[in-house]
């Protein structure tokens, strides 16, 4: 990194409010006035393919091919992602260099009071294999039907009335300043995606002032917790369609990590959680074979190692 630091960020709404938060932390951090740090927007697949899942098109990667590709190339010097898009197994060359403090993981219902009070047999909306399974698993007479888009495109559908109900990730509205709408759904119902509500910096592997930089706005606890989904996420070897949740918190110095796989139907799942110190990626992964020793073939044959 040479000059003044520049940020690569998709452009939605969203992406740029969390952006926008990155660069005014690095700005106060070293004193710079607001607006010394670029913010370079970059259109990613993810954003130009809106007619079909994810999992159909090639997964998490398309969120971020195009990002990693101009920090490797230097048009950039870090990146900014929502953490739960950033794929587990991440290029040796790009680092997670920090990860912003963690807030409001749950997820939330929008169009009923709780997930019993959706009305029978209603239209849900979700591109998010884990959404659907554990939907399913507590309410299997819901149809589930694809959803994407952004924020605002997920609400209009709910006005328009083309589906019932959905959900969106309480971080995402309380950026967005919509904190107000809808009901949050209670752990014990759905355990959030890995790394749901952080917003990661990635820089290059080779770059030690980009990685000074970004230490400086680390929150260690959050990254913590965060490189604990995720360790737990690569061990399971899931793909896009493998419905995966995995919720840790810091209690006491130390990890506390509870996870649950499912199939996609929603039918079967396993639940289990365990402790350990930070950055312990071998009892992380320890905790996935567990998992997957204890599941039925319904939901190990959805990954690789098991």
Do not use: Y
């Not at 294999?129 to 997920?154: C, F, H, K, S, W």
């Not at 967005?176 to 990661?200: E, N």
């Not at 996609?264 to 992380?284: H, L, N, W």
């Amino acid at each position: 990194m040479t000059g003044t630091p520049r940020l690569g960020t998709r452009g939605s709404p969203l992406a740029m409010i969390q952006a926008r938060s990155v660069a005014a932390a690095m700005e106060a951090a070293r004193g710079w006035p607001a607006g010394h740090v670029d913010i370079v927007v970059i259109k990613t697949s993810g954003d130009r393919i809106k007619d079909r899942p994810l999992a159909e098109v090639g997964g998490k990667g398309l969120w971020t091919k195009e990002i990693d590709s101009a920090l490797l190339r230097g048009d950039v010097d870090f990146s900014v992602h929502s953490v739960k898009d950033v794929e587990a197994i991440r290029p040796d060359a790009i680092r997670l260099s920090a990860v912003m403090p963690r807030t409001d993981i749950e997820d939330i219902l929008i169009g009923a009071a709780s997930v019993a009070a959706i009305r029978a047999g209603a239209i849900f909306g979700t591109s998010s294999p884990r959404r659907a399974a554990q939907m399913l698993a507590a309410r299997p007479d819901l149809r589930i039907v694809p959803l994407r888009g952004n924020v605002e495109t997920r609400l209009n559908k709910l006005d328009a009335g083309d589906i019932d109900a959905t959900i969106l990730s309480s971080a995402g509205l309380q950026r967005l300043g919509l904190g107000h709408i809808g009901t949050a759904i209670p752990f014990d119902v759905m355990l959030p995606a890995p790394g749901q509500g952080a917003i990661g910096i990635e820089c290059r592997s080779d770059d030690p002032a980009a990685i000074e930089l970004a230490a400086s706005i680390d929150d260690a606890a959050s990254h913590a917790m965060v490189l604990a989904e995720r360790a737990f996420t690569r061990a399971l070897g899931g793909s896009c369609h493998s419905p995966v949740a995995a919720m840790a918190t810091m209690e006491d110095g130390q990890i506390q990590l509870r996870a649950e796989i499912l199939s996609e139907d929603g039918k079967e799942r396993v639940r289990d959680s365990a402790g350990f110190a930070p950055r312990d990626d071998d009892a992380a992964a320890a905790l996935a074979r567990a998992m997957l020793d204890a599941a039925p073939p319904s939901i190990r044959t959805l990954f690789a190692n098991a």
